[in-house]
């Protein structure tokens, strides 16, 4: 057909209609197995609905069936870039929970442990963070450190990321002293790694462009959405667990708190960055008064296993040994607690409810990251299709957490 | 309440608004920061790389490193020490241990199968702790990939040929007794409580 002979287009009658996209979940900037569901008017988003619960194991279920030690390895895969600190908050809240005192020493060393996780963790995110963004080399540059890092816990505990290195009770053996001395020369030069991150990164036109302004979430936004961590920090709130309610040895060592102003992917990027550095001056401080003493508790034989040399001299510890194996802490208190801990994605809580058996009857995490995801879509919608990506990097979601 | 918890000052890390200057204008026009993080990457041809090429050039595990079970021998009799307690069946956070045990001619226990699904297990350690007798342990070996779920199921038999291959030399004999062998403590006996005569 000659094109005059076409009938005129009648533009009152053409419909314009918004695009739906799946992003997900096997995307690689969603950081694990998330599903988008974006509305999209040419290249805004209008809408954003996360899907989530494709990596659902029923951890909180399979703990109702498991003594409390026993469920320990479950915290390991919650959040498995840094696990130290999920085993930390599950012990701390059984502790609570069972009433147990922790010595000295190994508050100390979970506390130095779990800020080694905490840059472990920062050091993957900025790396995929910048990845997703377009900056290729920090992700090289970071995981050099990280790797550090994985071979002390190796050294240390024998895993590289499934640690179950902490204890009810304590730690599960002592730091050894080429370990305090590598990690105590890795204080020494990290500073100048991250100002080597930042210079790649931290004031590039390209950089800017894409993060700054991006996502803003004033204060108050943050607060009602239940935000916490640097995603909360870095619309300006000072909440941070550690200050505000110090648990191990948070409170004998000195460390600032990095908040933001604007609220946006470039102020949560900026806290970040500055935690690596006070995270780094607190393993400094443990390592320089960690005390002499016992790593794991005495004062609870019916919650924590004794020695190997005792189950086998003493007929109390092999009864106490069999039975905290099987049965589950003895005279377990009942009631319930609520236990929350600063994990490098936010608060990480845990609740139980004891009804005097050796196991919980009921577990729950409250998992950063599932909160984080639930504000996604007021950070996304309204923005543009490329920063999405940079908005789900910025809240710093890992989904092994996020589903449970 | 210590001191500088009462001071609990944040730490402003956010950069102040950018305001138009000939400065700024210059950055803008030349991009001295992307040079600069440019000449840092450039920096680093110069230095060694730190990246192993693995099939090629294998790291050893760390001290400790929770690899592949074993069944531990007893030194006199070469038989294994695993009484069959079942302690480590209990303790398993996956429920990878089945120990079958039955009681022979003489009213002894005798374990008679002894299985671990390699595919299932967590390598937490809690069955090696968990252990009164130091009957299982964790070999440094970790490359043991297959293609046959079989292989990956180990039975008494393999586990005790894991212990010859792996766990039998002199090196691991100390790394057994340092790692997974009864905890060095100085014994305390609480009052009233009952301890072994021999022990001092």
């Known amino acids: ?22 992003m997900g979940p096997h ?254 001056r607190i393993i400094r401080q443990c390592i320089e008064r960690l005390p002499k003493g016992a790593i794991m508790t005495k004062d609870a034989p019916k919650v924590t296993l004794p020695s190997k040399k005792k189950v086998l001299t003493s007929m109390e510890s092999m009864i106490h040994h ?29 609740y139980f409810i004891s009804d005097g058996e050796g196991k919980p009857y009921r577990m729950r995490v409250r998992a950063p990251s599932f909160v984080h995801i639930a504000a996604l879509p007021k950070l996304c919608e309204g923005g543009l299709v490329a920063d999405v990506i940079s908005n789900i990097g910025s809240i710093d979601i890992v989904l092994g957490e996020c589903d449970r | 309440m210590k001191k500088h918890l009462i001071s609990h000052e944040p730490k402003v890390v956010s950069l102040p608004d950018e305001k138009f200057s000939f400065k700024n204008l210059l950055k803008d026009i030349f991009l001295t920061e992307i040079i600069s993080g440019l000449g840092l990457t450039l920096s680093s041809l110069f230095k060694k790389p730190v990246t192993k090429q693995y099939p090629h050039e294998k790291k050893e595990a760390k001290q400790g490193f929770r690899g592949l079970h074993a069944l531990a021998r007893r030194p006199d009799t070469g038989l294994a020490k695993c009484v069959g307690c079942g302690l480590c069946a209990a303790i398993c956070p996956s429920k990878c241990i089945t120990i079958y045990t039955y009681e022979d001619v003489n009213h002894d226990k005798i374990v008679d199968r002894y299985e671990l699904d390699i595919l299932r297990c967590v390598f937490c350690s809690f069955c090696v702790e968990a252990c009164p007798y130091g009957a299982i342990v964790m070999t440094r070996h970790y490359e043991y990939a297959s293609y046959s779920k079989e292989a990956l199921f180990m039975t008494k038999e393999k586990l005790l040929k894991n212990w010859d291959d792996y766990m039998s030399d002199e090196d691991a004999l100390v790394y057994f007794k340092k790692y997974w062998g009864p905890r060095e403590e100085d014994f305390v006996g609480h009052e009233g409580q009952a301890v072994f005569r021999n022990n001092k």
């Open chain 1, 1 to 22: 057909m000659d094109i005059k002979q076409m009938p005129a287009i009648d533009k009152d009658t053409l419909k314009s209609e918004n695009l739906v996209l799946n």
């Open chain 1, 27 to 280: 995307h690689p900037a969603t950081h694990g197995v998330m599903r988008l569901l974006l509305e999209l008017d040419g290249e805004t988003v209008v809408k954003c609905t996360p899907y989530v619960g494709y990596l659902h194991r029923g951890v909180e279920k399979l703990a109702e069936d498991m003594t409390y030690l026993r469920a320990l390895p479950l915290t390991d895969r919650l959040d498995y870039i840094s696990s130290m600190t999920h085993n930390q908050g599950y012990c701390y809240a059984v502790e609570t929970l069972l009433g147990v005192e922790v010595p000295v020493r190994a508050k100390f060393i979970r506390t130095m442990v779990c800020e080694m996780s905490r840059i472990a963790s920062h050091l993957l995110w900025i790396a995929t963070h910048a990845l997703d963004i377009g900056a290729m080399t920090v992700f090289l540059y970071a995981f050099k450190e990280r790797e550090f890092i994985l071979e002390q816990f190796e050294a240390l505990c024998g895993a590289r990321l499934t640690v179950t290195y902490p204890r009810i009770g304590g730690v599960r053996n002592d730091v050894s002293q080429e370990f305090i001395d590598s990690v105590y020369d890795f204080t020494n030069y990290f500073p100048s790694k991250v100002d080597e991150y930042e210079r790649l990164i931290d004031r590039n036109r390209i950089w800017f462009k894409r993060t700054r302004g991006i996502g803003v979430i004033t204060a108050e936004e943050a607060v009602n959405y239940g935000l916490t961590g640097a995603a909360l920090r870095g619309s300006g709130v000072n909440y941070d667990i550690r200050k505000l309610f110090p648990y191990d040895a948070y409170d004998s060592v000195d460390f600032d708190v990095p908040i933001g102003t604007h609220g946006d992917v470039y102020d949560r990027y900026r806290c970040r960055m500055e935690e690596l550095r006070q995270s780094n």
């Open chain 1, 322 to 350: 069999f039975m905290v194996i099987t049965k589950g802490p003895i005279n377990c208190p009942k009631g319930e607690v609520y236990v929350a801990t600063e994990a490098p994605k936010g608060e990480l809580g845990f």
